[in-house]
């Protein structure tokens, strides 16, 4: 099989359940830019070449035709069910019925379990998929610890009944875990959160690390082909970076080989999305190459850090809320003025 990599020299993490994902995941999130059978395609290659964990949504829309793929994959004994980690996360409009929305995905990706479940955003805002950034639901509301609870309680409940496999946070605060976690019976086992160079976020990485819950990275190349509506004037991009591009020369890579080690090296778990072969090839490639950053390379990356936020959630804006910033407590208080 060409460009085949055994997924046996991926290296791998441990859950705080005992559980193991590797350290680097596909994603399947197109960014509005690629259709459901460009994604599943990638994601049928992308098994073929030895990725083992891929990280789906339900409000991706992908989830049905890359559940297709999986059933091929078993079919033709190419992977096994239990060689896959697969990720999927409750959209916003579900988190008052978690249990079917959890069958929903599983019924579309054929997969029996959900090795790691995700609450995709900690608040019910919903929003149609492909809006616009100044679109706004007028039944949004700020962060409720009572509202949460009664979300993870359901996913707890799948933990149970074995639809799900571990539980994950996504799109945190420090003050929302502070609030949080004191009141969970199981143990979330992952976060998912935006983490790239120019965006580190060390303080709730390091909150994350001492409480034994796995940051996983998403956007970890710094997304240039995220939403237009993600996209502001005032964005870095990352691999454009002088200081990242003197290493990627350096080792004689793309920058991108170079976000994606960086990350492993610093304890995240990334997950690039890509529909380009070459591409996705390189990225599983990197972690296999034994060609990792030195110590004085590490130090030069956590320079980059540049608080450069790239997903801001305006569409999930409640009324009564300043700007997208009221979504990240970032004075170290959760914000939830307005309507409740």
Same mark, same amino acid.
């Given at each position: 099989?060409?460009n085949?990599?055994d997924?046996?020299?991926?290296p791998?993490?441990? $859950?705080?359940? /005992?559980?193991t994902?590797?350290?680097?995941?596909?994603?399947?999130? /197109?960014?509005? !830019?690629?259709?459901?059978?460009?994604?599943?395609?990638?994601?049928?290659?992308?098994?073929?070449?030895?990725?083992?964990?891929?990280?789906? *949504?339900? =409000?991706?829309?992908?989830?049905?035709?890359?559940?297709e793929?999986?059933?091929?994959?078993?079919?033709?004994?190419?992977?096994?069910?239990?060689?896959?980690?697969?990720?999927t996360?409750?959209?916003?409009d579900?988190?008052e019925?978690?249990?079917?929305?959890?069958?929903?995905? $599983?019924?579309?990706?054929? =997969?029996?379990?959900?090795?790691?479940?995700?609450?995709?955003w900690?608040?019910p805002?919903?929003?149609?998929?492909? =809006?616009?950034?100044?679109?706004?639901?007028p039944?949004?509301?700020?962060?409720?610890?009572?509202?949460?609870?009664?979300?993870y !309680?359901?996913?707890?409940?799948?933990?149970?009944?074995?639809?799900?496999? *571990?539980?994950?946070?996504?799109?945190m605060?420090?003050?929302k875990?502070?609030?949080?976690?004191?009141?969970?019976?199981i143990?979330?086992? *992952?976060?998912?959160?935006?983490?790239?160079?120019?965006?580190?976020?060390?303080?709730?990485?390091?909150?994350?690390?001492a409480h034994d819950?796995?940051?996983?990275?998403?956007?970890?190349?710094?997304?240039?082909r995220?939403?237009?509506?993600?996209? =502001?004037?005032?964005? $870095?991009?990352?691999?454009?970076?002088?200081e990242? !591009?003197?290493?990627?020369?350096? @080792?004689?890579? @793309?920058? *991108?080989t170079?976000?994606?080690? %960086?990350?492993v090296?610093?304890?995240?778990?990334?997950?690039?999305?890509?529909?380009?072969?070459?591409?996705?090839?390189?990225?599983?490639?990197?972690?296999?190459?034994?060609d990792?950053?030195?110590?004085?390379?590490?130090?030069?990356i956590?320079?980059?850090?540049?608080?450069?936020?790239?997903?801001? /959630?305006?569409?999930?804006?409640?009324?009564?809320?300043?700007?997208?910033?009221?979504? %990240?407590?970032?004075?170290?208080?959760?914000?939830?003025?307005?309507?409740?």
């Open positions: 099989m060409n085949y990599i997924p046996k020299t991926v791998s993490k441990k $859950l705080n359940n /005992g559980m994902m590797p350290v680097i995941g596909m994603g399947t999130f /197109g960014s509005d !830019r690629f259709n459901a059978d460009e994604v599943s395609k990638a994601v049928a290659g992308g098994i073929r070449l030895g990725y083992r964990m891929f990280d789906c *949504a339900a =409000c991706y829309g992908n989830e049905k035709q890359i559940g793929i999986f059933t091929e994959a078993f079919e033709e004994g190419i992977v096994k069910r239990e060689d896959l980690f697969i990720m996360k409750v959209w916003n579900m988190h019925h978690v249990e079917e929305a959890c069958r929903k995905s $599983l019924e579309d990706l054929k =997969c029996g379990y959900v090795d790691l479940y995700y609450i995709h900690p608040f805002n919903y929003h149609a998929p492909g =809006c616009d950034v100044t679109s706004r639901n039944d949004s509301k700020p962060f409720s610890v009572e509202r949460f609870m009664n979300t !309680r359901q996913c707890e409940e799948l933990v149970e009944k074995g639809l799900i496999k *571990a539980i994950g946070l996504s799109n605060t420090i003050p875990l502070e609030a949080t976690l004191p009141l969970m019976r143990k979330p086992a *992952a976060c998912e959160i935006e983490l790239h160079p120019c965006f580190q976020q060390q303080e709730l990485f390091d909150y994350l690390v819950i796995q940051p996983v990275g998403y956007m970890p190349l710094g997304s240039p995220r939403p237009e509506r993600d996209i =502001c004037p005032e964005d $870095l991009a990352d691999m454009e970076m002088p990242l !591009r003197a290493i990627a020369e350096a @080792h004689g890579v @793309h920058p *991108a170079i976000c994606l080690k %960086w990350a090296q610093r304890g995240q778990i990334p997950i690039p999305f890509s529909v380009t072969e070459k591409n996705y090839y390189s990225n599983l490639k990197a972690m296999t190459d034994g990792w950053l030195t110590e004085d390379e590490m130090k030069t956590a320079t980059l850090e540049r608080n450069n936020r790239l997903v801001k /959630g305006q569409v999930f804006l409640w009324e009564g809320a300043k700007d997208w910033h009221d979504l %990240w407590d970032e004075d170290g208080v959760i914000v939830a003025t307005g309507q409740e």
